[in-house]
């Protein structure tokens, strides 16, 4: 596939995915992105959006995008849009559940001292709350298990972050002098968990938990696409 501009094909490898044998490129003009496959357009729509995430369920195309203008995002069906927000983000993983395609993001109400944030999934066409605890001071990523609602957090008074599973709150498990900085879900088989960690005087380095235990710590500029059990 021939890269640069005049092809409207980027170097950027966080615009490629493969998906069997075939490659997915997303590419943003002046005022539109644009999404090919081996090199061959599939479809374009107007607006500039970083494309987070990527699904291929048969001649289907989903596209999660953040606006490449700083906010808002768009969850598409081959360029036609099922969700869009002008302002928020959303958390960049498309996961199918029980209901269908749904992924979460986070709106923000208020301004100045008073800004908060307020999360939210999407389900199959459908929009709902996250009711999350009154003592989170942030939410690092959220999804759906059968149904349920899970989120990883950072809640007063506690150093480790934890996950959230309906009632359960679950602290992930942390060497002395460590500091997680951000976390993720991976999908794929049970609940994985990785973050990035910081240790005194060393590199950040990223860490896979399974459920609440931290199960593999990986050399500096590791990071896990994703791991089944």
């Known amino acids: 596939?021939?890269?640069?501009?005049?092809?409207?094909?980027?170097?950027?490898?966080?615009?490629?995915?493969?998906?069997?044998?075939?490659?997915?490129?997303?590419?943003?003009t002046d005022s539109e992105t644009v999404i090919k496959k081996n090199g061959v357009q599939l479809f374009r729509y107007e607006g500039r959006e970083m494309i987070v995430d990527m699904v291929v369920?048969?001649?289907?195309?989903?596209?999660?995008?953040?606006?490449?203008?700083?906010?808002?995002?768009?969850?598409?069906?081959?360029?036609?849009?099922?969700?869009?927000?002008?302002?928020?983000?959303?958390?960049?993983?498309?996961?199918?559940?029980?209901a269908g395609w749904c992924f979460a993001f986070c709106e923000t109400i208020g301004s100045g001292k008073d800004l908060k944030e307020r999360y939210f999934c999407y389900s199959q066409g459908d929009v709902f709350q996250i009711a999350v605890r009154e003592d989170v001071k942030w939410v690092s990523d959220v999804t759906l298990v059968d149904g349920e609602?899970?989120?990883?957090?950072?809640?007063?008074?506690?150093?480790?972050?934890?996950?959230?599973?309906?009632?359960d709150v679950i602290t992930l498990g942390l060497s002395?002098?460590?500091?997680v900085m951000s976390?993720?879900?991976?999908?794929?088989?049970?609940?994985?968990?990785?973050?990035?960690?910081?240790?005194?005087?060393?590199?950040?380095?990223?860490?896979?938990w399974h459920e609440s235990k931290l199960v593999k710590m990986f050399s500096p500029g590791i990071t896990v696409k994703s791991a089944v059990c």
Do not use: W
Not at 196 to 208: A, P, T, Y
């Open 1 to 28: 596939v021939p890269v640069g501009e005049e092809y409207e094909v980027s170097a950027d490898p966080d615009m490629y995915r493969m998906f069997g044998k075939n490659l997915f490129t997303d590419y943003s």
């Open 57 to 98: 369920d048969g001649d289907d195309i989903y596209t999660l995008g953040q606006s490449r203008e700083g906010r808002g995002f768009s969850f598409r069906k081959n360029g036609e849009v099922l969700l869009e927000r002008a302002s928020g983000y959303a958390f960049p993983k498309i996961h199918k559940s029980s």
């Open 183 to 208: 976390c993720r879900f991976i999908h794929g088989g049970d609940m994985k968990i990785e973050g990035v960690i910081s240790q005194k005087d060393k590199e950040l380095f990223s860490g896979l």
């Open 149 to 167: 609602v899970c989120y990883i957090a950072a809640l007063v008074g506690i150093s480790a972050p934890v996950l959230v599973k309906g009632d």
């Open 176 to 179: 002395a002098g460590s500091e």
